[in-house]
């Protein structure tokens, strides 16, 4: 009987449901900031990148097996010296939909036009860490100011942008100016998307990582800008007002937030999936397979074949399968499963283990 996603007959049968899923790559760990959250670079000594070989093959791969999203990340893609390469591969194969994550330094008005040339196909999300001041004491002197220009380019370039966001402590609270700030500024972008902060675990120095200090897993000390549950509340209040008052803001895969906004009994947040879902995989830039680019859990690393063997693995499917443990006796259940959570938050949101970082929100808000 044949099986989607396996080779039957030298025939690559795609697999059901990942047309609309994004397959991302991490192209590179070099990068133009040196932001001290950043997952992709925290604690590395070395800075892998895939060759364009490699590259190419997992999107021909990922084409063969259904996928028609593809998403390309870093470190700083537009260092990565085969990008237009790899897009005019992944156009000339049929994607049908091309995203890019930069943080806009390097999007001069050449580059914006070069990147305009693929259509409405392609869209750039353009990283800020909210005001002026904020974003410049986590990513370097002076980057807001490129990257706001970058922003300026490629909507001259009539790109499809949005702005990305990462949210700690200290963006919650000044979150509605800088949101007012996003659209009235940089008129023309599609939307706000907020990505809540989280903290990266640390490998060991054989696998190519700095050693970390005291004993402790996190690369850069960020505890003190997580969201604690009230924090996470703030942040979801402001983010469903901002709708209600024509703001496009959403929460990244997390639908959390969803939940927590119909509890306040404020319905205006759009819906999110979860982190680790069906049909999501991550090519990293050393080759290793994750669920999610934050992620330190691997399946392996890629190889031709590798994607098909990881989507159909029962590793993978009880990763994005609903939980059957906290779950099920958990008096929010009904309220998170409507919003397709089905899992409890992952573990890194606060490092607090005192029970779920969801059930210690839906507490406070309840």
């Known amino acids: 009987m044949e099986q989607s996603g396996m080779i039957t007959n030298n025939k690559v049968l795609p697999i059901a449901g990942i047309g609309t899923e994004n397959l991302s790559i991490e192209l590179t760990t070099r990068c133009t900031n040196e ?28 084409f063969r097996i259904g996928y028609r ?43 914006a036009r070069r990147l305009a040339g693929f259509g409405e ?88 990582f700095k050693p970390l200090a005291n004993g402790t897993d996190d690369a850069h000390g960020l505890d003190r800008e997580l969201l604690a549950p009230e924090d996470f509340v703030g942040m979801v209040r402001s983010a469903a007002l901002l709708n209600l008052y ?58 031709p074949g590798a994607l098909s063997a990881v989507l159909m693995s029962e590793d993978y499917a009880r990763a994005v399968s609903p939980d059957t443990v906290t779950c099920p006796y958990c008096r929010f259940r009904s309220a998170c499963a409507e919003k397709g959570m089905v899992r409890p938050s992952e573990w890194f949101r606060d490092r607090d283990g005192s029970a779920p970082y969801c059930k210690r929100v839906l507490r406070l808000i309840a």
């Open 35 to 62: 932001c001290s959250h950043c997952f992709a670079r925290a604690g590395r000594i070395d800075s892998p990148e895939l060759s364009f070989d490699t590259a190419q093959g997992i999107i021909a791969e990922g």
């Open 69 to 111: 999203h593809l998403h390309l990340t870093g470190g700083e893609p537009l260092l990565w010296p085969h990008l237009f390469g790899l897009l005019d591969g992944a156009a000339s194969l049929g994607y049908e939909m091309l995203f890019i994550n930069t943080n806009g330094t390097l999007l001069t008005p050449d580059t």
């Open 121 to 208: 196909r392609l869209h750039l999300s353009i990283s800020l860490q909210g005001p002026e001041q904020i974003h410049d004491r986590f990513r370097g002197p002076g980057s807001f100011q490129k990257a706001t220009q970058g922003a300026r380019n490629s909507l001259d370039a009539a790109l499809s942008v949005f702005i990305f966001a990462t949210v700690g402590k200290s963006l919650v609270a000044v979150l509605p100016r800088f949101a007012e700030y996003v659209f009235t500024e940089l008129p023309g972008v599609k939307g706000l998307t907020l990505i809540q902060l989280i903290r990266v675990a640390g490998r060991s120095v054989s696998e190519g």
């Open 246 to 303: 024509g703001y496009p803001v959403t929460v990244l895969e997390n639908p959390l937030a969803t939940v927590a906004a119909d509890l306040m009994e404020m319905p205006w947040l759009p819906p999110e999936p979860m982190l680790y879902r069906n049909g999501k995989i991550v090519v990293m830039a050393d080759r290793s397979i994750t669920l999610a680019h934050s992620s330190r859990e691997t399946y392996g690393a890629y190889a």
